[in-house]
């Protein structure tokens, strides 16, 4: 069954930057999303970025109004991994982050659509 581990989260000031890293432990296909979602404190898990289609043409990538311009998603199928690299990171991204992979093209708006998540990752960012 399809294991995914998530790291890189950490404490972090506001303006600063850090890498999340997913990885899988059995190679993902191109037909599947993989994305980042992340719930924080007394907050609903919400949709941060995703990425589908990476064999066809050029991968399609998604991002949340909030993140859009700092976070960028991406992936190395050599190495089955997700990773996402947060700038400009800001008190409001405090949340725990999650890995998760689901069939077809990604929907942030829909939890339902991912069918595996990972365990987390903790990410802090203080004023």
């Known amino acids: 069954q399809l294991q995914l581990v998530e790291s890189g989260g950490g404490s972090v000031q506001a303006g600063g930057s850090l890498k999340l890293s997913c990885e899988a432990d059995v190679w993902i296909p191109s037909t599947y999303c993989m994305a980042w979602f992340r719930q924080g404190p007394e907050k609903e898990r919400a949709g941060v970025a995703g990425?589908?289609?990476?064999?066809?043409?050029?991968?399609?990538?998604y991002y949340a109004d909030s993140v859009k311009g700092r976070f960028t998603i991406s992936r190395d199928n050599t190495k089955n991994t997700l990773y996402l690299q947060m700038n400009s990171l800001e008190p409001e991204d405090t949340a725990m982050y999650y890995c998760?992979?689901?069939?077809?093209?990604?929907?942030?708006?829909?939890?339902?659509?991912?069918?595996?998540w990972g365990q987390g990752t903790q990410v802090i960012v203080s004023a």
């Open positions: 990425i589908y289609g990476i064999y066809v043409g050029s991968p399609t990538s």
């Open positions: 998760a992979t689901g069939n077809g093209p990604c929907n942030l708006t829909d939890i339902q659509s991912m069918r595996t």
